[in-house]
Structures are given as structure tokens and as C-alpha cells.
């Protein structure tokens, strides 16, 4: 057979693929808990979807890690965190995944269920195959939790955190009685995070 440099090419991208996927899976998941300091987010009562959204970032980092995943938390206290400081992160870090962790309000009480927000579809040739697949991913692990859950995709207007990587994850509606319950429940929490966790080490 005639050495083809097509062949020859696709032989060392192969070879490289092979090499640098073991170091893939020990990639970066960064975890935005969202709001913090002064922006308390969705507020009903006393539950502000800040604190809220900490604690939970707390337990998923933990599950993440049990999985070998490297973290970043954009913030692990009560605070503030510039959008210009995340998007440095990002670039520093080079995360495989952002997870954007925030509560839904409506003004219906009624209104109830868990959305993930991606980026819009113009950035879906940036991604790899994984990178495209994770929210249909999370859509099926999600809807398998017990009390069942309404879970529904949607487009973002522009890359959450300037990046297509980035996931925006709604929990649930803080304004609905038994989402607020749900939510706020450590039980609930690491439920989500078990599934969350599970769901990222399916693909990466
Ligand atoms: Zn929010």
C-alpha cells in the first residue's frame, strides 16, 4: 500500500486522540453558584436563591470530586463575583465544563420544573460531540429523579459566561411552594448532585 499522507495524518491524530484522553477525563469542572453579596437573586421569604445555590454548589463539588473531577468554584462564601474575574478564570483554568447553578421566579405560583439554558445553536459547531451532547444528557438524568420533574431545554441569546461550554442550570422554581421545598432540602441536593455527577462522567 502506497503511504497515503492523508492516512499518515489521520494515524498520528489517532495516536495523539489516544494520549490526551486520559488527561481529559481529569479536566476542570467549574461550578458557578449564581448572584452572592449584595445580588441575593430570586428571593420568597427567607430562601434567596444565592445561599441557596451555594450550599448545593458545595455538594456537587464534593460528589465531583469523589468522581476525580479537578473543581473550581467561582465562589465558596457569600459574595459577589465580577463577571470580567469568571471569564479570567475560564481562560486560565480551561475548564471541560461550567455549570451555571441558578433558581427559576414566575410570578405563577403554579409554575414549576427544572430548565437548562445553552448556548445558542450558531456556537454548536464550536463544541466538541460531547460538549454538544451534555444537555440532552442532563435533560434524560434529571427527569429520571424521583419526585418526578418536569425538565425542559432552552437556547441563551449569547454563551452563558462568553463561553459555548458553559451550562446554564435552572433548579427549579424558588416562587413555586414545592420546588422551594425540594430545593432547599439536603437530601433533595445530593440527590441532584449524585445524577449531576454521574451524568458528566457518562460523557467526560
Ligand atoms: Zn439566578
Known sequence: ????PKRILFAA?????????????AGTVMLDPGHGGRDSGATVDQAKESEIMLSFA???DAELKRKGYVTNLTRDTD?????????QTIADVKPIIVLGLHLSSSK??????????????TEDEKLLLEERELPDHLVKALSAIEPKQTVTTHRLG??????????????????NAE???????????Q???TVLAEAINELY
Request: proline fraction near 9%; include cysteine.
Open 58 to 60: 458545595k455538594v456537587l
Open 108 to 121: 405563577d405560583p403554579n409554575e414549576r420544573g427544572i430548565r437548562i439554558f445553552r448556548s445558542p445553536k
Open 158 to 175: 449569547l454563551p452563558y459566561l462568553n463561553t459555548p461550554k458553559a451550562i446554564l442550570l435552572e433548579l427549579g422554581f424558588l416562587t
Open 179 to 189: 420546588d422551594r421545598k425540594l430545593i432547599t432540602d439536603p437530601a433533595y441536593q
Open 1 to 4: 500500500m502506497k503511504a497515503n
Open 13 to 25: 491524530v489517532s495516536a495523539l486522540l489516544a494520549l490526551c484522553s486520559p488527561l481529559a477525563r
Open 79 to 87: 459574595e459577589l463575583v465580577p463577571l470580567n474575574s469568571k471569564r
Open 191 to 193: 440527590k441532584l448532585a
